[in-house]
């Protein structure tokens, strides 16, 4: 695996999942991943989802992150803000076989979770799995219409965004 820029960020109802999540990054990918991390720092200082999913999203962008990985209760709320974001494909995973496919078939570069659904160990496997995923892996056979359907999701952002 290539060095990656990954940004993560968390409401309150996420703070142990990202906490979790973070201590496992730094722990077991360190030489393969720089970490953003946008917070919370504390229980004592929450901020809402609507204002730390931008962050995530806003890094991609700006080219600052390759990709994200953004918690709340649901993983819900955060999904539905960074895709208000053009080039963001956030989906919500709460199992390694969704965040596996959600990079395998629709090259999701963001990833959200429930900090209220799925346990740390859990969080933990999730991001292993999703992180070990290319687009089109273990899905060759489709790689040509996968492809054909990203791009046609990329044509619906430029004729929603210019």
Known sequence: MDKITLAIASDLSGFPLREAIVNHLRENYAD??????FGIESEKHPKPYFEQAPKVARAIQNGDADKGI????????????????KGIYAAVVDSVFAAE????????????????????????Q??????????????????????NAFNEVQKLEDEIYG
């Open 126 to 147: 999730i991001v292993d799995g999703w992180l070990a995923m290319a687009f089109t892996q273990k899905m060759e056979f489709k790689k040509d219409f996968l492809t």
């Open 32 to 37: 393969s991943i720089k970490l953003i991390d």
């Open 101 to 124: 496919r959600s990079k395998i078939i629709n090259n999701a570069n963001v990833i959200t979770m429930g900090g209220w659904i799925t346990a740390p160990f859990l969080g933990t």
């Open 70 to 85: 953004i918690i709340c209760g649901t993983g819900q709320g955060m999904a539905i803000v960074a895709n208000k974001f």
